[in-house]
Antibody, heavy 125, light 107 residues
Framework: EVQLVQSGAEVKKPGESLKISCKGS????????IGWVRQMPGKGLEWMGI????????RYSPSFQGQVTISADKSISTAYLQWSSLKASDTAMYYC??????????????????WGQGTTVTVSS | DIQMTQSPSSLSASVGDRVTITCRAS??????LNWYQQKPGKAPKLLIY???SLQSGVPSRFSGSGSGTDFTLTISSLQPEDFATYYC?????????FGQGTRLEIK
């Protein structure tokens, strides 16, 4: 079965660091991009960034550039999203999702077809 | 960055109705447009990619059309399980972006 399994819910204090994960299975991890999407409580979807685990090509939304770091370890089929200093405004659900990589097409041409279950991050003092 | 605008923001309809949701891009994106469905407490689900291609396993009552800047998602005959929030996403370039969502509610 093709799936992305995300790490569990986190409760953190402002200023703390955090790294959440997204593990792929049932498919060739290096044939797909992995993207991250934020959903704040009661709000819509926001595209944060994307990484190609094959060569670590990473692209960020300007809204999130410098605020988070996206990385991947292809040896264990896992992508990561990390913060060095959390803020209360980082409280949200975070989803990872895959998108087929075709070198002649944009990263999302075939859409994000498999999603993780989401990781809830709560930042509160 | 390319901005995506959906309309309406919310919509009330009945089972069996035909429903259309619109998505407009701030510049031409050819056919680089995807549609997703999200139910409360669940991850989004891909319905349509490349403006009009139906994702495997998605019922044929869902269809997409459009190119350039204007796109539509149509549900030909609403079923109870279709009441959800729908998002468009431009796949023309990075940074990608989603529309603000259209909440489809039961009348």
């Amino acid at each position: 079965e093709v799936q992305l399994v995300q790490s569990g819910a986190e409760v953190k204090k402002p200023g703390e660091s955090l790294k959440i994960s997204c593990k792929g299975s049932g498919y060739s991890f290096t044939s797909y991009w992995i993207g991250w999407v934020r959903q704040m409580p009661g709000k819509g979807l926001e595209w944060m960034g994307i990484i190609y685990p094959g060569d670590s090509d990473t692209r960020y939304s300007p809204s999130f550039q410098g605020q988070v770091t996206i990385s991947a370890d292809k040896s264990i089929s896992t992508a990561y999203l990390q913060w060095s200093s959390l803020k209360a405004s980082d409280t949200a659900m975070y989803y990872c999702a895959r998108s087929l990589r075709v070198t002649t097409l944009s990263p999302f041409y075939y859409g994000m077809d498999v999603w993780g279950q989401g990781t809830t991050v709560t930042v509160s003092s | 960055d390319i901005q995506m605008t959906q309309s309406p923001s919310s919509l009330s309809a009945s089972v069996g109705d035909r429903v259309t949701i619109t998505c407009r891009a701030s510049q031409s994106i050819s056919s680089y447009l995807n549609w997703y469905q999200q139910k409360p407490g669940k991850a989004p689900k891909l319905l349509i990619y490349a403006a009009s291609s139906l994702q495997s396993g998605v019922p044929s009552r869902f269809s997409g059309s459009g190119s350039g800047t204007d796109f539509t998602l149509t549900i030909s005959s609403l079923q109870p399980e279709d009441f959800a929030t729908y998002y468009c996403q431009q796949s023309y370039s990075t940074p990608s972006g989603f529309g603000q969502g259209t909440r489809l509610e039961i009348k």
